[in-house]
C-alpha cells in the first residue's frame, strides 16, 4: 500500500489510514517574501513539515497543513499572515 505522506496513525481494527490534515485549515498562511530572511525558522517549528526549501527558498505548501499558525507565531521577521481560507 502507498501513501502520499508519512502522517498515517494505527486505527484498531480498520487498520492504518492516512490523515488528510489539510482538510482542517479554516485559515492559511501566507508568506511575504519581501520580508523573508530565509532563516528555517518556521519550516522547524512545522508540526507537519509543511514549509520546504526549494530553491534556497522556503515556500509553505498546503496538502498537510492544517492552519495551526505556529510558523505565523514563531517567524522573527513577521513574513507569515493567516488569511481565511475561501468558503470557510
Ligand atoms: S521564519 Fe519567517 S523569515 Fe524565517 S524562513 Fe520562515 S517566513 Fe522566512
Ligand atoms: S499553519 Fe501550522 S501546519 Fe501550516 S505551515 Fe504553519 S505551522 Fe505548518
Redesign the pocket.
Known sequence: MKFKSKYIVPVGADGIYEIDTGKWRTER?VMDKDKCIECGI?AM????F??IKEDEKYI?TYD?????????HECPKDA?DMIPEEGK
Not at 64 to 72: F, S, T
Request: charged fraction near 5%.
Open positions: 498562511p518556521c517549528y512545522c508540526p507537519v509543511s514549509i509553505i498537510y497543513c492544517k492552519g495551526c499558525g505556529i510558523c505565523v507569515i
